[in-house]
Structure formats: structure tokens, C-alpha cells
T-cell receptor
Framework: EAQVTQNPRYLITVTGKKLTVTCSQNMNHEYMSWYRQDPGLGLRQIYYSMNVEVTDKGDVPEGYKVSRKEKRNFPLILESPSPNQTSLYFC??????????????FGEGSRLTVL | QKEVEQNSGPLSVPEGAIASLNCTYSDRGSQSFFWYRQYSGKSPELIMFIYSNGDKEDGRFTAQLNKASQYVSLLIRDSQPSDSATYLCAVTTNSGYALNFGKGTSLLVTP
């Protein structure tokens, strides 16, 4: 089954404790992206990657890191989480069509709470 | 940040009516336009995409694009209670890679 898998789905952590949210896709998509979704603010792009070893900042990259060492994986790293990073996080992937993002396939989301 | 604007709603329509959802965007270089549906507590899922000016129809859904006015719309014909959800407009930036979402319009279809 074609899917984007995120882990963990739910996490409660404390300020400053490094964490990683993993994302893996099995569709051989070139493009992967992380979004956070907050009430009243909608979906905001954190980072995206057009291919292995190629990443770029979205609209809200502060406090986050990513890496794309393999095509299928795109982990999101919070080096020193803060309460304002409490949010619902979505990983998504897409084929690139004519060099542009196509249909995004989303993971089920990871709800993160930072105390 | 490139802006994608939608009315938050809620937009309430009776069952069987046409629902009209609108979206404006600020980046004149945008090339690709998407409509996603998101049920409460679920992930967004693609309904339609459109790249060229004009209308594109898929079943009960019609997407309309006017690049000169920087306007995208989604029409849902014969609305059903199962269409009740938040509809997200998404627009690629000039680079074609970054994809910006509007805040979404909440649609309620009443029986």
C-alpha cells in the first residue's frame, strides 16, 4: 500500500529535550515536506526537499532541522524544543511533475506537546 | 511569505445545493493550484489540481482558475453531508517547489 508513515503519532516532551519525528514514504517520490498545523494559522511549511541531499526552508524553519540522506526518509529534528513548537505535524511527499510539486500525499500526522 | 487567502467560513449550504469556495493568492509566478479536503482529525487529501486558466471538471467538482485576477475557486455540485469538511487551497511558489496553503474554509452541508 502506498503510504507516508510518521512516527511517533503522539508525543509529550519537555523543553530542551531533543527529539526526532521520522517520516518514510514507499512511493519513490522525489519531493518531501514537513508542515505544522495550528488553529487559526493553517498549514505552514517548515522545510522541503526536492531530492536526496537537497533541502530548502519553508515559511517557518526556525527551531527545526531536516536531512535527506535517503530518498524514502525525511526526518524532522527539534534540537531544543520549546512550548511554541507544540503543534500537529504532517509529513508529505509528491512526485515532481515538470520540475514542480504535484499531488501531496500526507502522513497521518504527529501531535507534539512540549511542556 | 507568499499569501494564500480564503474565507474561514463556516459556509453553510443545504444538501443538493452548489457550494462555492474561493481563494486568492499573491504570487504572480505561481504555476500550480490545488484543492485539498480535510476532515476533522484527519490528513488533507487532494480533490483537484489545476494548472491552466479556465475550468476543470471532475465529477461533482469544478475548479476554476483566473491567473490575471490571481483567483482560484472550487464548486461542489449536489452537495452532500459527507462533503462537510475544511477545504484547503494550495499554491506553488514561483520556484514550483514550495507549496503554500490557505487557512481553509469550513463547509457545512445540512440535510
Amino acid at each position: 500500500e502506498a503510504q507516508v508513515t510518521q512516527n511517533p503519532r503522539y508525543l509529550i516532551t519537555v523543553t530542551g529535550k531533543k527529539l526526532t519525528v521520522t517520516c518514510s514514504q514507499n512511493m519513490n517520490h522525489e519531493y518531501m515536506s514537513w508542515y505544522r498545523q495550528d488553529p487559526g494559522l493553517g498549514l505552514r511549511q517548515i522545510y522541503y526537499s526536492m531530492n536526496v541531499e537537497v533541502t530548502d526552508k519553508g515559511d517557518v524553519p526556525e527551531g527545526y532541522k531536516v536531512s535527506r540522506k535517503e530518498k524514502r526518509n525525511f526526518p524532522l529534528i527539534l534540537e531544543s524544543p520549546s512550548p511554541n513548537q507544540t503543534s500537529l505535524y504532517f509529513c508529505a511527499s509528491s512526485k515532481l511533475l515538470a520540475g514542480a510539486t504535484g499531488e501531496l500525499f500526507f502522513g497521518e500526522g504527529s501531535r507534539l506537546t512540549v511542556l | 511569505q507568499k499569501e494564500v487567502e480564503q474565507n474561514s467560513g463556516p459556509l453553510s449550504v443545504p444538501e443538493g445545493a452548489i457550494a462555492s469556495l474561493n481563494c486568492t493568492y499573491s504570487d504572480r509566478g505561481s504555476q500550480s493550484f490545488f484543492w485539498y479536503r480535510q476532515y476533522s482529525g484527519k490528513s488533507p487529501e487532494l480533490i483537484m489540481f489545476i494548472y491552466s486558466n479556465g475550468d476543470k471538471e471532475d465529477g461533482r467538482f469544478t475548479a476554476q482558475l483566473n491567473k490575471a485576477s490571481q483567483y482560484v475557486s472550487l464548486l461542489i455540485r449536489d452537495s452532500q453531508p459527507s462533503d462537510s469538511a475544511t477545504y484547503l487551497c494550495a499554491v506553488t511558489t514561483n520556484s514550483g517547489y514550495a507549496l503554500n496553503f490557505g487557512k481553509g474554509t469550513s463547509l457545512l452541508v445540512t440535510p
